[in-house]
């Protein structure tokens, strides 16, 4: 399967976009974001574990990296409640659970280079932010390796922010609120992916935003 899979154009998916499949496992379903591969895909998803379900134990080939959307995410390691942001490196495992609220993670599969090799995991929802580099946006950063960074950012409302380039691209989901930028609205559930070299000058506006933000990571 290849979806969304040539990283220099710009693709933008809403919540009214989403089309859930199954997965190979019960009560658990997929909103395929970008994918390359079948069943071991280099991919980004939306992933939805119904209460009390299941998936059976596998070997992280390519790393996994994924952010707690709602509900608890659980493991064999530890639990993972709605805000955890978790690094696996390529070699770990794991064999997912779920308890009866069920839960939903944004995840990124078979994208790690093969020397970051950090793992640990962050309960974003009681991390301190720092200040950002405008007025009204607050930053948690969460990693960075090579030309990778990861962060989370909080914008307050009515915050605008200036032209900029996206050197080796952007990736958001869009966590909470709304932004906003030239091209169009961005509520709740979105994700872009932005090519290397694109630019925008993005804002909020009455609501705020918080957006998980990569940059730094796709093809020249």
């Given amino acids: 399967m290849r979806l969304n899979a040539d990283f220099s154009q710009r693709v933008v998916i809403r919540p009214e976009d989403y089309e859930w499949v199954d997965s190979p496992m019960p009560g658990v379903e997929r909103m ?34 994924f952010l707690v959307l709602d509900g608890e995410f659980g493991d064999e390691h530890a639990s993972y409640p709605k805000g955890t942001y978790v690094r696996n490196p390529i070699g770990t495992a794991h064999s997912p659970r779920v308890g009866p609220a069920g839960c939903v993670i944004f995840v990124k599969l078979q994208q790690f280079e093969k020397e970051d090799q950090a793992q640990f995991a962050v309960d974003t ?73 694109s630019e925008h000058a993005p804002c909020t506006r009455d609501e705020g935003a918080l957006a998980y933000v990569k940059v730094g990571h796709l093809p020249r």
Avoid: C
């Avoid at 895909?41 to 790393?63: N, W």
């Avoid at 990693?143 to 915050?159: D, F, Q």
């Avoid at 709304?178 to 872009?192: K, L, N, R, S, V």
């Fill in 125 to 197: 929802a009681g991390a301190e932010f720092q200040p950002g580099a405008a007025d009204g946006i607050e930053i948690l950063r969460l990693h960075e390796y090579g030309t990778e960074r990861v962060v989370l950012i909080r914008w307050a409302p009515n915050t605008a922010f200036e032209q900029h380039r996206h050197k080796r691209g952007e990736e958001v989901f869009v966590i909470d609120g709304a932004f906003y930028d030239e091209d169009g609205a961005y509520p709740a559930g979105t994700w872009i992916r932005s090519p290397h070299g």
């Fill in 32 to 65: 395929m974001l970008d994918r390359i591969g079948d069943e071991v895909a280099r991919a980004t998803s939306l992933v939805r574990y119904a209460p009390d379900s299941t998936f059976s134990r596998h070997v992280h080939g390519g790393g996994e990296e």
